[in-house]
């Protein structure tokens, strides 16, 4: 029997995942399709009960829901109960929904491929507090960067990501955007400048240090505000392509056991994306 996947947000029309997820079961022989589909947060139960009943073998969670869902599922793998944040989840033989985190790994396995090599000790600045985020802080710290400092609007969110690992902390966005040069490396994970969202930036990057890196997870538009001003004040700038690619490959891997092409498939988005107006 055909076996069909999914991905549920709001809003869900400009995700790329099923196009991507497509091709790779193509790629690989497998008999399987990936829909997407338009869930709001009063409706996220309902959802997951229907998902379950019509047969899903396995769904992404994106925006809003990556924490809202943990309640709905028998059970979490260790890196989603570590983060407290679920993207993946797999529908197990018995038919319980088991919770998976790859977005913290996803960005890891990107960072460390754009730059050929693990970036080297420093500190490191983490933009915004949500499920992405959190998935993020968890992965790096457990690849050995750090120390870690958390900023975000709601600052209790950004504490209650800092107050789960060691060595880290919360500042303020003024704080943090007048200690930029102490950062050697500085993560976006905020919806700021994606090409649905409001445009602009959730500072200003102009007091970077020396040789610093400087990641957007968006990657639709390619190159956000954010990105463009920090190359401007000579950082070298990593967009979303790599970690979207990275944690799609991942969710992959832990529903069919295979692990992708992703070098392919970070090409091929990055062509798509070139060349549309956003």
Same mark, same amino acid.
């Given at each position: 029997?055909?076996?069909?996947?999914?991905?549920?947000?709001?809003?869900?029309?400009?995700?790329?995942?099923?196009?991507?997820?497509?091709?790779?079961? %193509?790629?690989?022989?497998?008999? #399987?399709? $990936?829909? /997407?589909?338009?869930? =709001?947060?009063?409706? +996220? @139960?309902? &959802?997951?009960?229907?998902?379950?009943?019509?047969?899903?073998?396995?769904?992404?969670?994106?925006?809003?829901?990556?924490?809202?869902?943990?309640?709905?599922?028998?059970?979490?793998?260790?890196?989603?109960?570590?983060?407290?944040?679920?993207?993946?989840?797999?529908?197990?033989?018995?038919?319980?929904?088991?919770?998976?985190?790859?977005?913290?790994?996803?960005?890891?396995?990107?960072?460390?491929?754009?730059?050929?090599?693990?970036?080297?000790?420093?500190?490191?600045?983490?933009?915004?507090?949500?499920?992405?985020?959190?998935?993020? %802080?968890?992965?790096?710290?457990? #690849?050995? $960067?750090? /120390?870690?400092?958390? =900023?975000?609007?709601? +600052? @209790?969110? &950004?504490?209650?990501?800092?107050?789960?690992?060691?060595?880290?902390?919360?500042?303020?966005?003024?704080?943090?955007?007048?200690?930029?040069?102490?950062?050697?490396?500085?993560?976006?994970?905020?919806?700021?400048?994606?090409?649905?969202?409001?445009?602009?930036?959730?500072?200003?990057?102009?007091?970077?240090?020396?040789?610093?890196?400087?990641?957007?997870?968006?990657?639709?538009?390619?190159?956000?505000?954010?990105?463009?001003?920090?190359?401007?004040?000579?950082?070298?700038?990593?967009?979303?392509?790599?970690?979207?690619?990275?944690?799609?490959?991942?969710?992959?891997?832990?529903?069919?056991?295979?692990?992708?092409? =992703?070098?392919?498939?970070? @090409?091929?988005?990055?062509?798509?994306?070139?060349?549309?107006?956003?």
């Amino acid at each position: 029997m055909k076996k069909w996947y999914a991905v549920i947000g709001d809003p869900i029309a400009q995700s790329m995942s099923p196009a991507m997820h497509d091709e790779w079961f %193509a790629a690989n022989e497998m008999d #399987a399709s $990936y829909i /997407p589909i338009h869930v =709001t947060a009063e409706r +996220l @139960e309902e &959802a997951v009960g229907s998902l379950r009943t019509l047969g899903c073998s396995g769904w992404n969670v994106t925006v809003p829901h990556k924490q809202a869902i943990i309640p709905f599922l028998d059970r979490l793998d260790a890196s989603a109960e570590l983060m407290n944040a679920v993207n993946t989840v797999r529908v197990e033989a018995d038919g319980s929904l088991v919770g998976f985190n790859t977005d913290g790994r996803g960005f890891v396995r990107a960072l460390e491929e754009s730059c050929g090599k693990h970036p080297g000790e420093g500190k490191v600045l983490l933009v915004g507090a949500g499920g992405a985020a959190r998935g993020i %802080a968890f992965a790096l710290h457990a #690849a050995g $960067y750090g /120390p870690l400092s958390i =900023t975000n609007r709601t +600052l @209790e969110k &950004a504490r209650s990501i800092a107050v789960g690992l060691p060595n880290a902390s919360s500042l303020t966005i003024t704080e943090a955007e007048s200690s930029l040069s102490n950062f050697k490396l500085i993560v976006q994970t905020t919806t700021v400048g994606m090409h649905f969202a409001q445009h602009g930036m959730p500072f200003n990057p102009n007091r970077l240090a020396e040789e610093a890196i400087v990641a957007d997870i968006i990657y639709n538009p390619l190159e956000t505000e954010f990105l463009e001003n920090a190359r401007a004040n000579g950082a070298e700038t990593m967009n979303g392509i790599g970690m979207f690619v990275h944690q799609g490959a991942l969710a992959f891997e832990t529903w069919t056991g295979t692990y992708p092409n =992703t070098k392919k498939m970070i @090409e091929k988005i990055t062509t798509i994306l070139g060349g549309q107006q956003c």
